[in-house]
């Protein structure tokens, strides 16, 4: 489970064009942000307890917090 962050690391390619989002598990956009490097960190301090969805792109992946 995340606790404070998640840690998203990416090819450099896939990064310059991209934009990250998380939904919570009911489809609501929760946060988004252009990707500026390929390695960085969103803080999840913020969200409450539940199943996240992270989208970049066509890439989709999941974390408990």
Not at 9 to 16: E, G, L, P
């Amino acid at each position: 489970p995340a606790l404070d962050f998640i840690h998203i690391k990416c090819s450099d390619s896939f990064s310059n064009a991209s934009v990250v989002e998380i939904y919570s598990s009911v489809g609501k956009l929760v946060f988004s942000q252009p990707v500026l490097k390929a390695e960085f960190s969103i803080s999840t301090v913020e969200l409450p307890a539940g199943v996240y969805l992270v989208r970049m792109g066509s890439w989709v992946g999941r974390f408990v917090k």
